[in-house]
């Protein structure tokens, strides 16, 4: 737990002292960028129980059966279901765990200078692009994924060989203070902090001078820090969410399909995930038997009594729970429930829930939901669901379930959103080689794998030169046979330049 | 010349406009893209005289500088643009792993919507029209707001561009300080900033009500770092160079140029008389009379460049040069031998043809001069010594460096052109600009089939030990769980 309150001046001393240590340069060389990456991966490693054990105090009930974390090839183990967050967990954790190893295996790679390409003009030249840490980087995360969302931006900032202030989020509090105690006995100290705390020290620390800012959020705050930085001119990184919509077209194997939508929206922390489905649009003619396969397998997934499931998630505080219950309780959506709604606020469980045909003036189609409910748009023709969507702001991701292919094919090109998936649900968020991060409302920037080292890095560019190779007309006095060369040098034509010197053109 | 602001309703309207025709999806079209260079290109051929004559009447430029800075610039960037627009409109191909076999993976380039740029004064062509190449490229609408410190260049722009490109997407708007807060009222999907720090704070406070990303090109005091060069000829170059780079480039009013000199203390005296005879050579006897100098953009400027050299610490600095002339916005190239560290030309970007030479007396220590300073757009460093080099490029932080020259990084495209820290972020030029303009979403095509069972609930042990070999990707031992060879 936080010891104190972390005021203005607290902050200003921590990021002096950090800025003193990037200063000396030990955060930049290729060894202590390495050993801090392994150190990661060992605190990962041995505290996975503790990390389990923090998310289950944090997101779900109190620790489960040890099952799990016996030896798993054990031949003899008693082996009982586990709930959803620790298998779905034990897969971040292995997430995490790929990117610091993935890191590992490619640094090297990575802080190579690139070469670049210099043109006749300039001739003899050689030019290259050469990563550079920032200096001192603050990453604000948030209570959804408190590990994953916190130490993958930490890989991709020490990576890139920055000094970084963690501040995972205050609505988690047992991951937060987790991160606190034991990160830091894994990690270099004088480079590597993490603060606890909620609105005042996020506040305090927003007023500090930053290299690089990266949130993950939501929209309100994420303005907030976007402001505070423009006043340091610091650039941000903001992964936020917004409505990812789910098309769903006729013709597909439904059963596949809706497995996929029901493992992006319930699988997925019970829709708290920034990428998980938002809302379906989908035909008039085809809405029932999608609800139907809906009903059928959430049943098979989750049983008859959902609120009895350890295989689904909680909500994490009462506060979401009322948002929740309240977006149900609006008079326009509350008759247009069709399937759950079921919901127990002492334990705070909220069952799979269906809305068919909701208004979109309603509040639960303005807002990002969230949480467990999916409400169902109904559309005469599928390809009125890209207006629908572009009408809207853009969200982090959209998602097409289709076997046509002329509709895959303009969906990918129309539909604006950070990511797009054909055919699936949020697996493009565990694809390394593709960029995660929003565009308009649900952000900017965008990072894992390489992609978070490059948001890490400034890429400076440096051009060399040779004392040869010193054109009179760049100087003056200028001259009408100066500006003729000119233009054929700048038109990098041979012919041109020759024509030029010899004084004709 | 004054250039009337703009209102709300027609900044409204102009916005609108633009927001109609991108959803059109008219912009989209590589054609429609390659259609809008094209007109740029023979907007400039058309109207290349007229281009020198608003240069001309603005900044005093000479046609050659105008075509060297500005014209050719431009023209280089809009050939590269058409030749490589295919390529760059083509979605990368990303590899997945091969758990998710069949699906495919790859990064789509997709336009913004509608950009907002604002240029500054000091290039006032080049750095309206080298955003704009980009924005367009990448199949952006966009609203230019150039300098209105800038008129006849302005009006130039606001006057031909609506002739010659699609003007329901790529609109002018003409106008001072209160167009421009009317416009960062609005939304927009980016935002193209090239000016100072402190207005730059101000778009991107502004920015941040609608979560807008902003690129802000800036400046900052570029350091020159000369060493001493054993050879006379390398050193008379080097000299030369440091002259073009200074005085060159609109007097000193660039954000890249060079802003102070740092040297060894021996080498001090030599360099003063050889710059006094190059910019002899280049600007004659009499300066004043030189129409190959660029003049003072506005009396405003002048005046805070002349405050500059007020201080009477900083007078006594002063070995050559020195004279200013009001009527004409005349400032003498001038340069400056120590002038105290804490003075305002020292604190301050100077943004004019004075050159402070700051001696040193090794010149290793320059590189802790640098890093006591805001990081600046560019550091300059003329050396042969490698190991020098290294120490700069690793121990300092600035945009670029570029060694044994000055400015000429502006002209290579492959190489990204933007600041770090004080002097800005977000790159451009090239392949940067069409980038900087596009948004990379990701796009992964999946197939229904085959359909991996165990990443669904309810929860077995089985499939625990299947996503953690999934997420190793232990291709060898999924095969033998599933065969239920190993357990």
Not at chain 1, 356 to 370: A, G, H, N, Q, Y
Request: aromatic share 8%; with cysteine; hydrophobic share 40%.
């Amino acid at each position: 737990m936080a010891e104190e309150v972390l005021g203005r001046e607290a902050a200003s001393g921590l990021v002096k002292q950090l800025r003193e240590t990037f200063g000396s340069g030990k955060s930049r060389s290729l060894e202590w960028r390495e050993s801090q990456l392994k150190s990661l991966l060992k605190f990962v490693t041995d505290c996975e129980q503790d990390i389990i054990d923090a998310l289950l105090s944090d997101l779900s009930k109190p620790p489960f059966e040890s099952v799990v974390h016996e030896d798993i090839n054990a031949t003899t183990v008693r082996f009982k279901r586990c709930p959803t967050l620790t298998i779905k967990e034990r897969a971040l954790i292995a997430m995490l765990k790929n990117s610091c190893k993935l890191a590992l295996k490619e640094l090297k790679r990575w802080m190579a200078p690139e070469k670049a390409k210099t043109s006749i003009t300039t001739f003899p030249s050689s030019a290259e692009i050469v990563s550079e840490p920032f200096g001192v980087v603050l990453i604000i995360s948030a209570w959804n994924y408190p590990f994953l969302l916190s130490l993958d931006p930490v890989v991709g900032a020490i990576a890139a060989g920055n000094a970084v202030v963690l501040k995972p989020s205050e609505v988690s509090p047992a991951s937060s203070s987790l991160l606190a105690k034991l990160l830091t006995e894994y990690l270099d100290t004088s480079c590597v902090r993490v603060v606890e705390g909620a609105v005042a020290e996020t506040t305090a620390l927003l007023q500090q001078k930053w290299d690089k800012i990266c949130y993950t959020g939501n929209g309100r705050v994420g303005r907030i820090v976007m402001e505070a930085a423009a006043k340091h001119l610091t650039p941000v990184l903001l992964e936020l969410g917004g409505k990812s919509p789910v098309v769903v077209d006729s013709g597909i194997n439904l059963q596949v399909a809706t497995r996929r939508i029901i493992a992006g929206k319930w699988g997925c922390n019970n829709g708290q995930a920034c990428i998980s489905p938002d809302y379906i649009i989908t035909t008039k003619d085809f809405a029932p038997k999608l609800v139907d396969s809906l009903k059928e397998e959430l049943e098979k997934f989750y049983g008859k009594n959902p609120l009895e499931s350890k295989d689904l998630s909680r909500i994490v505080n009462s506060n979401h729970f009322a948002r929740l219950t309240k977006l149900l309780d609006d008079e326009k959506v509350s008759g247009k429930i069709i399937h759950g709604g079921e919901k127990n606020q002492a334990d705070l469980k909220f069952a799979p829930t269906i809305l068919l045909d909701v208004p979109r003036d309603s509040l639960i189609m303005s807002e990002e939901i969230f949480g467990p409910l999916l409400p169902i748009i109904t559309v005469d023709k599928v390809e009125e669901s890209f207006d629908i969507i572009n009408s809207g702001t853009k969200p982090l991701a959209a998602y097409l379930f289709t076997s046509n292919e002329k509709l895959k094919k303009q969906f990918v090109l129309t539909v604006s959103a950070g990511g797009v998936v054909v055919n699936d649900t949020s697996i493009h968020l565990a694809v390394e080689t593709l960029p995660f991060g929003g565009v308009g409302e649900s952000g900017m920037g965008a990072y894992h794998g390489k992609f978070s080292f490059d948001a890490f890095s400034h890429k400076k560019a440096v051009f060399y030169r040779s004392f040869v190779g010193d054109a009179a007309i760049r100087y003056p006095p200028y001259t009408k046979g100066k500006l003729r060369l000119l233009k054929a040098l700048i038109g990098g034509s041979i012919w041109g330049i020759i024509r030029a010197l010899f004084g004709r053109s | 010349m004054i250039i009337s602001s703009s209102s709300m309703e027609a900044v409204e309207e102009s916005l609108g406009e633009a927001r109609k025709t991108f959803s059109s999806g008219k912009t989209r079209s590589v054609e429609w893209r390659k259609k809008q260079l094209r007109a740029l290109i023979e907007l400039i051929h058309d109207n290349e005289e007229n281009i020198f004559k608003a240069l001309h009447d603005d900044l005093g430029k000479h046609p050659t500088e105008a075509y060297r800075d500005e014209v050719g610039v431009v023209l280089r960037s809009l050939d590269t643009a058409l030749s490589s627009i295919e390529k760059w409109v083509a979605p990368k191909k990303s590899s997945v792993p091969l758990l998710f076999f069949p699906a495919k993976g790859e990064v789509l380039p997709e336009p913004l919507g509608a950009i907002l740029i604002f240029s500054s004064w000091n290039f006032p062509f080049s750095l309206a029209l080298d955003p704009l190449i980009g924005a367009i490229s990448a199949g952006n609408t966009v609203i230019l707001k150039p300098s209105d410190q800038a008129p006849a260049c302005s009006s130039l722009l606001a006057n031909t561009i609506p002739l010659y490109l699609d003007c329901n997407a790529i609109k002018v708007i003409e106008g001072g300080p209160e167009t421009s807060e009317r416009l960062l009222q609005l939304k927009w999907d980016k935002i193209f900033f090239t000016g100072s720090p402190r207005v730059g704070q101000l778009v991107m406070f502004a920015a941040a009500k609608h979560l807008t990303p902003v690129v802000l090109e800036l400046g900052g005091k570029c350091p020159t770092i000369l060493d001493s060069l054993s050879n006379p000829r390398d050193f008379k170059v080097a000299v030369k160079r440091i002259v073009g780079g200074k005085w060159g480039p609109c007097s000193g009013q660039a954000c890249i140029g060079i802003d102070y000199l740092l040297v060894e203390e021996k080498s001090a005296s030599t360099l003063i008389e050889l710059l006094k005879k190059i910019i002899g050579r280049f600007y004659g006897e009499n300066p004043r009379e030189s129409k190959s100098m660029a003049r003072i953009v506005n009396k405003h400027h002048f005046a805070r460049l002349h405050n500059l050299i007020k201080d009477p610490r900083v007078a006594a600095s002063i070995v050559h040069g020195g004279t200013l002339d009001e009527d004409s916005l005349f400032v003498e190239p001038t340069i400056l031998l120590d002038p105290p560290l804490d003075a305002e030309i020292m604190t301050e970007e100077i943004f004019g043809p004075f050159l402070p030479i700051i001696t040193l007396k090794n010149i290793e220590e320059s590189i802790e001069f640098v890093n006591s300073r805001p990081k600046p757009l560019a550091i300059y460093a003329f050396t042969k010594d490698e190991t020098l080099k290294r120490r700069i490029i690793s121990e300092t932080s600035s945009g670029s460096v570029t060694f044994n020259d000055v400015m000429i990084q502006f002209l290579c495209d492959t190489l990204p052109f933007g600041g770090v820290d004080q002097s800005g972020f977000g790159r451009y030029h090239g392949k940067y600009s069409f980038d900087t303009f596009s948004h990379e979403k990701a796009v992964m095509q999946g197939s229904f089939f085959p359909e991996i069972e165990p990443r669904y609930p309810p929860w077995t042990l089985f499939k625990i030990k299947f996503i953690r070999l999934a997420y190793r990707l232990d291709y060898f031992r999924l095969v033998l769980l599933l065969l239920g060879l190993k357990r």
